[in-house]
T-cell receptor, first 114, second 112 residues
Framework: GENVEQHPSTLSVQEGDSAVIKCTYS??????FPWYKQELGKGPQLIIDIRSNVGEKKDQRIAVTLNKTAKHFSLHITETQPEDSAVYFC?????????????FGKGTHLIIQP | DADVTQTPRNRITKTGKRIMLECSQTKGHDRMYWYRQDPGLGLRLIYYSFDVKDINKGEISDGYSVSRQAQAKFSLSLESAIPNQTALYFC???????????FGEGSRLTVL
C-alpha cells in the first residue's frame, strides 16, 4: 500500500513569513494529494488538493506543488497569520483511486510566532 | 448541527471493558471511515464501509470491530479495551470516490 512521509514535524515561523511543508509518497500510481488542517479540538478539514495531471494549484495564500517524477508534493503558505497555527496533514489514496480511504502523513505542527 | 457527530466526546474506562463509539452523519454519504490519531503517528485507518452491507478492514483493525447499522450510522467497538488503545478516534464520511473526507470532532478514549 501507499506510504506517505511528512516533514518537518514542527515548524515555527514569524507572522508574515512563508511556511513550507513537504511530503513524499511511495506509490507511483497515486493520483490525488490532499492537505488537511486540524485546529485544536477539531477534526481535520480539507484545505486544498491536487491531482496528478497538474503541477501546481493555488488558493489565495496557500498553494500545493507536485513533482510526480520525484514523488513529492509540498504545501506553501504565504504571509502567515495567527489563524494558520494548526496541525497540517498531507495524504494520498491508500490504493487505486482512493475509494477505500486516504493514508496520512504524521502531521506538521505549524506555529506562527507574533 | 455538525454534519458528522461522534458520541461520546470523552470516555475513560478500565482495561477489559467493552466500549462503543458511535458516529452519525447527515451528509448523505455512503462511505464512512474510522481513524485513530496518536501523537507523532498521524491518522491511521481502522475500518471503512461503503454501504450497510459492506465492511472492510483498514491498516490497524486488530482489537476493533464495527457495525454499519444504517447509511447514516457507523459504530466502532473495542471488545476488551487495553491501555494502548488510548487515543483520539475520528469518524469520517467520504464523497463518491473517497476523494474528500469530512471528519467528526473526535472521541477521546482513555483506557486505564
Amino acid at each position: 500500500g501507499e506510504n506517505v512521509e511528512q516533514h518537518p514535524s514542527t515548524l515555527s515561523v514569524q507572522e508574515g513569513d512563508s511556511a513550507v511543508i513537504k511530503c513524499t509518497y511511495s506509490d507511483s500510481a497515486s493520483n490525488y494529494f490532499p492537505w488537511y488542517k486540524q485546529e485544536l479540538g477539531k477534526g481535520p478539514q480539507l484545505i486544498i488538493d491536487i491531482r496528478s495531471n497538474v503541477g501546481e494549484k493555488k488558493d489565495q495564500r496557500i498553494a500545493v506543488t507536485l513533482n510526480k517524477t520525484a514523488k513529492h508534493f509540498s504545501l506553501h503558505i504565504t504571509e502567515t497569520q495567527p489563524e494558520d497555527s494548526a496541525v497540517y496533514f498531507c495524504a494520498a489514496p491508500i490504493s487505486g483511486g482512493g475509494a477505500d480511504g486516504l493514508t496520512f502523513g504524521k502531521g506538521t505542527h505549524l506555529i506562527i510566532q507574533p | 448541527d455538525a454534519d458528522v457527530t461522534q458520541t461520546p466526546r470523552n470516555r475513560i474506562t478500565k482495561t477489559g471493558k467493552r466500549i462503543m463509539l458511535e458516529c452519525s452523519q447527515t451528509k448523505g454519504h455512503d462511505r464512512m471511515y474510522w481513524y485513530r490519531q496518536d501523537p507523532g503517528l498521524g491518522l491511521r485507518l481502522i475500518y471503512y464501509s461503503f454501504d450497510v452491507k459492506d465492511i472492510n478492514k483498514g491498516e490497524i483493525s486488530d482489537g476493533y470491530s464495527v457495525s454499519r447499522q444504517a447509511q447514516a450510522k457507523f459504530s466502532l467497538s473495542l471488545e476488551s479495551a487495553i491501555p494502548n488503545q488510548t487515543a483520539l478516534y475520528f469518524c469520517a464520511t467520504g464523497t463518491p470516490g473517497g476523494r474528500e473526507l469530512f471528519f467528526g470532532e473526535g472521541s477521546r478514549l482513555t483506557v486505564l
